[in-house]
T-cell receptor
Framework: SQTIHQWPATLVQPVGSPLSLECTVE??????LYWYRQAAGRGLQLLFY??????ISSEVPQNLSASRPQDRQFILSSKKLLLSDSGFYLC????????????????FGSGTRLTVV | LAKTTQPISMDSYEGQEVNITCSHN???????ITWYQQFPSQGPRFIIQ???TKVTNEVASLFIPADRKSSTLSLPRVSLSDTAVYYC????????????FGSGTRLQVQP
């Protein structure tokens, strides 16, 4: 079965410090991977998505970057965190279009709550 | 991409049926309608998906009229544990473009 791992669960970082959040998927190949951010009490904002290794699309210009060094690994980074980077970060995947699935949709990780102080 | 409109919040009592409607007037031919449930500090969880007419699973039912310009998520006999935010997503699951979540509907179930 497919699983998605995201860590750490919580993180408190000072302003100006770097960030690295990691997401890995197991049990599937060539997944489409996504990073979302959710501010307190708000909806989900799409940050990045990737359809393959080193193929990253950015949806919102910001202080963050993403990389996909391996097929099932997706990393969210920042060189210098801002207070506005605080939020709940979620990684998600969907199976590639050729999969034999009756239902289509995202599977989300458990999320990382980032507080920038 | 089809834009969706949902009520911001709804209140209900335990044991009642709850219907949450989502409007998606510019839905495209290949778009599916998918509903997610999110509890605080957790990622959204897939509830149900449909293309047309009615879909039912062990958790909910999804009603889609013939014109597909709206859809209704029906939760039978809600309990306190159904208190969550519910999102309606509309789009084609090719993976070439990510879908955008709206603000969702915050359902509060009272005892």
């Amino acid at each position: 079965s497919q699983t998605i791992h995201q860590w750490p669960a919580t993180l408190v970082q000072p302003v100006g410090s770097p960030l690295s959040l990691e997401c890995t998927v197991e049990g599937t190949s060539n997944p489409n991977l996504y990073w979302y951010r959710q501010a307190a009490g708000r909806g989900l904002q799409l940050l990045f998505y990737s359809i393959g290794i080193d193929q990253i699309s950015s949806e919102v210009p910001q202080n963050l970057s993403a990389s996909r060094p391996q097929d099932r690994q997706f990393i969210l980074s920042s060189k210098k965190l801002l207070l506005s980077d605080s939020g709940f970060y979620l990684c998600a995947w969907i199976a590639p279009p050729s999969s034999d699935r009756a239902d289509y949709g995202y599977t989300f990780g458990s999320g990382t709550r980032l507080t920038v102080v | 991409l089809a834009k969706t409109t949902q009520p911001i919040s709804m209140d209900s009592y335990e044991g009642q049926e709850v219907n949450i409607t989502c409007s998606h007037n510019n839905i495209a031919t290949n778009d599916y309608i998918t509903w997610y449930q999110q509890f605080p500090s957790q990622g959204p969880r897939f509830i149900i998906q449909g293309y047309k007419t009615k879909v039912t699973n062990e958790v909910a039912s999804l009603f889609i009229p013939a014109d597909r310009k709206s859809s209704t998520l029906s939760l039978p006999r809600v309990s306190l544990s159904d208190t969550a935010v519910y999102y309606c997503l509309v789009g084609e699951w090719t993976g070439r473009r990510a879908l955008t979540f709206g603000s969702g509907t915050r359902l509060q179930v009272q005892p």
